[in-house]
């Protein structure tokens, strides 16, 4: 069953790449309006999201965790992605705002890749109890594959606000 939640996943991820076709650079980290994030910001929160969970050591039972205990290593992994409200709030680092479509693109499959690649060595039991989850293995994997492809809906909307091109959605 965690094969086939991952085939889903390598989906969705699929249409993330659609999503960046095009994506002028100088766009990647522009907010179309107050309130709504950048597509480097979606990028950097959908590589929190799948680190944190499966890369990490959660903190207090939560989907947050401690980034220096993270298996997995980018300037897309940073704690201020973890949640739109801490987001919103902040500014990405100078680090985040120089990179370019390709890299934001490039870093947010290589940190999926690298953390269903740690979910696989774990192969949990799909009826298990997931940490820092309210639910099963299960349950997770089926909101992940909800969560990247709202997010991923989003970098679409976002590209349309600053009046890009998008590939065929």
């Not at 709202?150 to 998008?166: I, K, N, P």
Request: hydrophobic fraction near 35%.
């Amino acid at each position: 069953m965690l094969e086939t939640y991952l085939d889903l996943l390598d989906l969705c991820y699929f249409e993330v790449t659609e999503a960046f076709k095009g994506l002028a650079d100088e766009n990647v980290w522009k907010r179309p309006a107050p309130g709504l994030l950048s597509i480097g910001e979606l990028a950097g929160h959908a590589a929190y999201a799948d680190a944190s969970r499966f890369a990490g050591e959660a903190v207090d039972g939560s989907s947050l965790t401690d980034l220096s205990d993270c298996k997995i290593k980018s300037p897309l992994l940073d704690e201020r992605f973890s949640y739109y409200t801490k987001n919103i709030e902040i500014t990405p680092t100078n680090e985040q705002l120089t990179m370019t479509a390709a890299q934001v693109e490039s870093e947010l499959l290589r940190v999926h890749r690298e953390s269903m690649a740690y979910l696989r060595e774990l192969n949990p039991d799909m009826e298990a109890k997931a940490p820092h989850w309210g639910g099963s293995y299960r349950e997770l994997m089926k909101y992940l594959v909800f969560h990247i492809a709202y997010h991923t809906g989003q970098m679409y909307s976002v590209r349309h606000l600053l009046g890009e091109e998008t590939p065929d959605n």
